[in-house]
C-alpha cells in the first residue's frame, strides 16, 4: 500500500490517503493538483481491507475487512470452526 500525508502549516499530519499502487498515487496527486508527489512511499501493511482512494480497488489488509472479524478469529480455540460447521458449537467435542 502506498500512502500520502497531508500536512498542515505546523507540520503536523492531518489527513493520510491510501493508494494501491504508485500508479494511482501519482494519479490523485496531479488531479489534485498537488505539484509535490512526494516520492515513492508504498510497501506499508494495512490491517484492515482499506479501498485505494484514487481507484477504489480494495487493498487486502492483514486481518481482512474489519477489526471485529479480526478479533473473533484471534480468538478463536481451536476446532471451533469445525464444530460450528457440524453443529456441536459449545459441546466442548
Known amino acids: 500500500m502506498h500512502k500520502h500525508d497531508i ?3 505546523d507540520g503536523d499530519i492531518l489527513d493520510r490517503v491510501y493508494f ?4 494511482c498515487h501519482r494519479s490523485w496527486c496531479q488531479n489534485q493538483n ?3 508527489y512526494g516520492g515513492w ?3 506499508h501493511e494495512a490491517e ?3 479501498p485505494c482512494d484514487a ?3 480494495t487493498i487486502p489488509g492483514a486481518y481482512g475487512t474489519d477489526e471485529e472479524s479480526a478479533l473473533e478469529e484471534l480468538n478463536a480455540t481451536p476446532g471451533d470452526a469445525e464444530a460450528e460447521s457440524e453443529g456441536r458449537e459449545g459441546t466442548g467435542l
Open 7 to 9: 500536512d498542515g502549516p
Open 41 to 43: 512511499d508504498g510497501c
Open 55 to 57: 481507484c477504489g480497488d
Open 20 to 23: 494501491c499502487s504508485d500508479y
Open 48 to 50: 484492515y481491507d482499506t
Open 34 to 36: 498537488l505539484h509535490e
